[in-house]
């Protein structure tokens, strides 16, 4: 059976039903469906949601479902794509590596996202729960859109996670970063004084989406990365605008199709922003849409800007970068992790310390890795990266800031920091070296005081279940 978002979720649901939730009465679109993501969210709640009856723009109810949180949770996502969750670093390279598998073209006929086509004035996006995130947002964006161009010298595809405004039944704006391989592509055409024929495809198997979020050297395709952790070709099939100039998912719930008209841009945002503030407006491109193709009762799938939802899917080959880079300079690394609370400002990095100086090392071969981390800490293997209280109490307990913290002035930064002065792109970063000094020599004793611990047979010995009923244990309150 071809691996698609349907086959998915029925898969997932028969095998772990608590981690689905089916909403069977009608939410909005505009600013509920994200609400009740930051409750979730807010209880360390982070299911996959399924809105059976989400109301559109307008507040009447959309005939198309509305799915998000998909790829929210750390462990499905590692799990789909076959790698422990805590170790994404050091395994997500090794799979894309090994795993590269070369798409299949089918024809249209047999091709799901081809069972409804519209064009002219047909078209109208406002027939789907487009979503409207947050309070300063202009309006409804396609978030979880991987807009896909192709580079008019070698035909070769880029497929890419970038936002796109919607304007009207047939027009939407489409930002992408100026350094971006899209924005790259859409120059060239616009080079030649030509439209870009772009294509935006929404929905499909999560493996899909995360192999699409790969980095990548220009031109070169995203399909075979996707290919790779899915476990099988991915499926492509000629849009109908362009032929097979330009190709999409064929088992992809949605797909979107246009030009990008050539010399023009127009205001987008303010929008809701990865780093959980408002970016600012800013000029983008626009998409004239020609045409729609989607599946019947096709899923419209959705991503929270700011929520686990688009930043783990992005996070995973961000820690397998740093490891990866790294691990070169520093054979000691032993695991990264890029952490939901500071929204990619921070990376963890674990070392099994064995000589002087290789926190400074790790921290200034990490930084070049991404510009949106800012700060890198590094810390021992007895503390848990994915813990943030304990990274905070190696901060707090084994550092001093005078010769442990390193400040490094006038570094790329990513425009999005809200700190920096505006505008800008360059700005402070540095990093924390957390861990504990070594032994004063070899085969000498480290004095650093000794972390409390409760004998293991003990620890192995006591459950809380034994003690204390599960209605009372959920009803006794956490702390700050």
Not at 295 to 310: F, K, L, S
């Amino acid at each position: 059976m071809t691996k698609d978002l349907r086959t998915f979720l029925q898969e997932w649901e028969e095998k772990s039903p608590g981690d689905i939730l089916r909403i069977d009465k009608e939410i909005s679109a505009n600013y509920e469906v994200t609400a009740l993501q930051w409750k979730l969210g807010a209880l360390g709640k982070y299911p996959i949601i399924i809105c059976e009856k989400p109301l559109k723009v307008d507040g009447t109810p959309s005939e198309y479902p509305l799915v998000v949180n998909l790829t929210a949770n750390r462990y499905i996502c590692a799990e789909v794509i076959g790698i422990r969750p805590d170790r994404v670093a050091a395994e997500y390279n090794r799979r894309m590596a090994e795993a590269r598998v070369a798409p299949v073209v089918i024809s249209k006929d047999q091709a799901p996202v081809k069972e409804v086509i519209k064009s002219g004035e047909k078209v109208n996006l406002w027939e789907f729960p487009v979503v409207t995130h947050h309070v300063l947002d202009p309006g409804p964006y396609i978030t979880a859109g991987y807009v896909t161009t192709y580079d008019p010298d070698t035909g070769i595809s880029n497929t890419a996670l970038q936002r796109c405004q919607v304007k009207g039944r047939n027009k939407t704006g489409f930002y992408a970063d100026s350094h971006s391989h899209n924005a790259r592509n859409v120059r060239k055409f616009w080079e030649a004084n030509q439209d870009v024929p772009v294509a935006v495809w929404i929905g499909h198997h999560p493996a899909a989406l995360i192999g699409g979020q790969q980095r990548l050297g220009h031109p070169e395709s995203h399909y075979p990365s996707m290919g790779g952790l899915l476990g099988e070709p991915l499926r492509i099939v000629p849009t109908e605008t362009f032929g097979d100039k330009l190709m999409v998912p064929a088992d992809a719930e949605l797909v979107i199709e246009g030009y990008i008209p050539k010399h023009t841009y127009e205001a987008e945002g303010p929008f809701g922003e990865y780093t959980g503030y408002v970016g600012p407006q800013r000029p983008s491109f626009l998409i004239n849409v020609t045409c729609v193709t989607h599946r019947r009762n096709a899923y419209y799938q959705d991503i929270a800007v700011g929520q686990p939802d688009t930043l783990i899917v992005s996070n995973f080959p961000m820690e397998a970068r740093v490891y990866e880079v790294v691990r070169q300079v520093c054979p000691d690394v032993t695991n990264v992790h890029i952490p939901l609370s500071a929204h990619r400002f921070h990376c963890y990095v674990q070392v099994k310390k064995t000589r002087a100086g290789v926190g400074k090392e790790v921290i200034l071969a990490a930084l070049p890795c991404d510009i949106r981390i800012k700060h890198v800490i590094v810390v021992d293997e007895d503390i848990d990266i994915f813990d943030d209280k304990q990274v905070l109490w190696a901060i707090g307990s084994r550092t001093q800031w005078n010769r442990d913290v390193y400040i490094l002035p006038d570094l790329p930064m990513s425009a999005l920091d809200p700190s920096l002065s505006a505008p800008g792109t360059y700005g402070c970063r540095g990093g924390i070296d957390a861990t504990k000094p070594l032994p004063l020599g070899p085969g000498l004793p480290n004095h650093f005081a000794q972390v409390n611990r409760v004998p293991s047979e003990v620890m192995e010995k006591i459950r809380v279940e034994d003690f204390v009923e599960e209605s009372k244990l959920r009803a006794f309150r956490g702390t700050f």
